[in-house]
């Protein structure tokens, strides 16, 4: 079975300071890994996706994130916070053969104070 | 817009009611997938079709049921309303039927009274 696991259900960052958000997954096989926000009242939009190429993802919005196999850790970062990055993040694993479904975190909900 | 439309945005209903939830895939997606998001259970998958077949079932409930027809669109029942069942309730699409890397719809807001 595959999971992933969330640290923090809230995080709060100042305005321009480092964004970092925990992810740790489990998984029997490779894994796919992705990063999700939702916005208020809005549907979950892709911000990258790691699937065993460069282990150092680039998303959008200035985010990326780093796959590290032996800390079995896909952390979230972004070097300046923006007011409008405060949304709500889901880190999800899926296998690499992608025949299971998608797997999501519980969210991790990130405050940016100005 | 993502590409991905759900209708209605809102439902209110009664409990013991039946409701079906609409969704259009994002032109190209051959696989859809339901998902409830709520407070308590956080993001939970439902199902998944492509291709008009059923691809994974998760936490779906027996009072649930869903299909996907042969122009892609998919629709979700529920009946026997409890209010328990009170979610978001989203769609997402992707093109082939596993990968990942959803497109999700901006939920259907279902309220059971």
């Known amino acids: 079975a595959q999971s992933v696991t969330q640290l923090g259900s809230h995080v709060s960052v100042s305005e321009g300071a480092l964004v970092l958000l925990r992810c740790n997954y489990s998984?029997?096989?490779?894994?796919?890994l992705f990063w999700y926000v939702q916005y208020p009242n809005q549907g979950l939009q892709l911000l990258l996706k790691?699937?065993?190429?460069?282990?150092l993802v680039k998303g959008i919005n200035g985010f990326e994130a780093e796959f590290k196999k032996s800390e079995t850790s896909f952390h979230l970062t972004k070097p300046s916070a923006h007011m409008s990055d405060a949304a709500e993040y889901f880190c999800?694993?899926?296998?690499?053969?992608?025949?299971?479904?998608?797997?999501f975190g519980t969210g991790t909900k990130l405050q940016v104070i100005p | 817009d993502s590409g991905v439309t759900q209708t209605p945005k809102h439902l209110i209903t009664a409990t013991g009611q039946r409701v079906t939830l609409r969704c259009s895939p994002r032109?190209?997606?051959?696989?859809v997938y339901w998902y409830q998001q709520s407070l308590d259970q956080g993001l939970q998958f439902l199902i998944q079709?492509?291709?008009?077949?059923?691809?994974a079932k998760g936490n779906i409930l027996e009072r649930f049921s869903a299909q996907q027809f042969p122009d892609l669109h998919s629709e979700l029942n529920l009946s026997s309303l409890e209010l328990g069942d009170s979610a978001l309730y989203f769609c997402?699409?992707?093109?082939?039927?596993?990968?990942?890397?959803?497109?999700f719809g901006s939920g259907t807001r279902l309220t059971v009274v």
């Open positions: 997402a699409s992707s093109v082939f039927d596993r990968g990942g890397g959803y497109t």
């Open positions: 998984s029997s096989v490779p894994p796919y």
């Open positions: 790691y699937t065993s190429a460069a282990t």
């Open positions: 999800a694993v899926s296998d690499s053969g992608g025949y299971q479904k998608v797997t």
């Open positions: 032109s190209g997606d051959l696989s």
């Open positions: 079709y492509y291709n008009g077949e059923e691809r």
